[in-house]
């Protein structure tokens, strides 16, 4: 067989919805596409032509597919934002699907829904927003809202399970996660649009969604609460610098701070194709425009903030939530709270043993509590 690139025949062409997965069996292709940063199955024949769409039980997140050619049979698990991995069986000669396996939740879901939204960010671009929430939830602008964001390294934030969140769900709480340009929710166009010297866009994405949160009366600037880690961390840190008059509280964790020096540190060098680098002067104006360590205005209140960190965090180093705590504690309003959380014998986060996890969300929502006034 002759491989060579001119000898390729194109069988399915390129689409606006990105390819996550493809299995073949029985002369047909299964592919689960993101669509609008959820998983979608179809059947594709060997010549290209659309078969079905397998329809789906649920808005959530395809792990993993895994294929019994014999049986003529796919496997799938998949989660959401309500549910831990469910076990699907599929049989493709049919078009028959099957809950195989099932997790028991020891906590009712059914009193709570995952609704997906669309809004305008500052330059007219359709973000996407999932909203998870009390299905009896009254629009009264007074409901207390987690908005989650992470926003970079073509990073996709589709459904997922958090137990935690079942807790926040169950106070009457919001949980929104916004689809930010610097992910892959809509392949390496999304991503570009929010890297280097499109930085900025995805701040202005997350902006925008506590806008809509509050326009749409979900919420108020007292009850909206912003979460991020890692990367997520430089974002919910620039967005409290760029408008402290919008949140009630800042949940910090393991952040990127200091966006003039951050390549200087353990493995910071290897981010630079995403963030830039002060040291060319090309990068450095944007570095420095939005650079949360550089940013924080004398005297200027801002919301409450609690910043996590851990001790033996090798990817990014404890010093970014330092300085960043030692600069607003210098610089801040007085009135300006600042909890510093530092974990021991801990690191960015993965592998971190359950009971520190529910340690600290055991923390964040007695932040969230007492400054969201629950």
Same mark, same amino acid.
């Given at each position: 067989m002759n491989q060579k690139r001119e000898n390729w025949v194109e069988v399915i062409p390129e689409q606006e919805d990105v390819i996550d997965f493809i299995k073949a069996i029985d002369d047909e292709f299964i592919i689960a596409y993101l669509h609008d940063a959820h998983h979608q199955l179809h059947v594709y024949n060997k010549t290209g032509e659309h078969v079905r769409r397998i329809k789906l039980l649920e808005i959530g997140s395809i792990t993993d597919i895994q294929v019994n050619k014999e049986d003529k049979v796919i496997y799938f698990g998949m989660t959401s #934002?309500?549910?831990?991995?469910?076990? !699907?069986?599929?049989?493709?000669? &049919?078009?028959?699907?099957?809950?195989?396996? =099932?997790?028991?939740?020891?906590?009712?879901?059914?009193? #709570?829904?995952?609704?997906?939204?669309? !809004?305008?960010?500052?330059?007219? &671009?359709?973000?996407?927003?999932?909203?998870? =929430?009390?299905?009896?939830?009254?629009l009264n602008g007074e409901n207390p809202v987690i908005l989650y964001g992470y926003g970079g390294f073509n990073i996709s934030l589709t459904p997922a399970f958090n137990p935690a969140i079942l807790r926040w769900l169950e106070k009457g709480g919001v949980y929104a996660v916004a689809n930010l340009r610097g992910g892959n929710e809509y392949g390496e166009d999304w991503h570009k649009d929010g890297i280097l010297e499109n930085k900025q866009n995805v701040f202005d994405d997350f902006i925008a969604a506590g806008e809509w949160l509050?326009?749409?009366?979900?919420?108020?600037?007292?009850?909206?609460?912003?979460?991020?880690?890692?990367?997520?961390?430089?974002?919910?840190?620039?967005c409290m610098v760029q408008r402290p008059d919008l949140f009630g509280a800042v949940i910090c964790r393991v952040p990127v701070i200091d966006m003039l020096r951050y390549h200087k540190f353990t493995i910071g060098r290897y981010w630079i194709p995403e963030f830039g680098s002060a040291e060319n002067p090309e990068h450095f104006p944007f570095l420095y425009a939005y650079s949360p360590l550089h940013n924080v205005q004398d005297g200027e209140q801002y919301p409450p903030v609690l910043i996590a960190t851990a001790e033996s965090d090798d990817r990014v180093v404890p010093g970014h939530a330092l300085k960043f705590a030692a600069t607003l504690n210098e610089k801040a309003d007085p009135n300006t709270r600042v909890v510093l959380r530092l974990e021991e014998k801990a690191g960015h986060g993965h592998g971190k043993p359950i009971s520190k996890i529910i340690d600290e969300w055991v923390d964040f929502f007695a932040f969230l509590d007492k400054e969201l006034s629950m």
């Open positions: #934002f309500l549910s831990p991995t469910t076990i !699907y069986q599929y049989n493709v000669q &049919t078009d028959q699907l099957n809950v195989l396996e =099932k997790a028991q939740l020891l906590v009712e879901t059914d009193a #709570f829904e995952t609704i997906q939204v669309f !809004y305008s960010s500052k330059d007219g &671009t359709k973000i996407p927003m999932f909203v998870t =929430k009390p299905k009896d939830l009254s509050i326009e749409n009366n979900y919420t108020n600037e007292n009850k909206l609460s912003i979460m991020g880690g890692s990367n997520g961390g430089l974002l919910v840190a620039a």
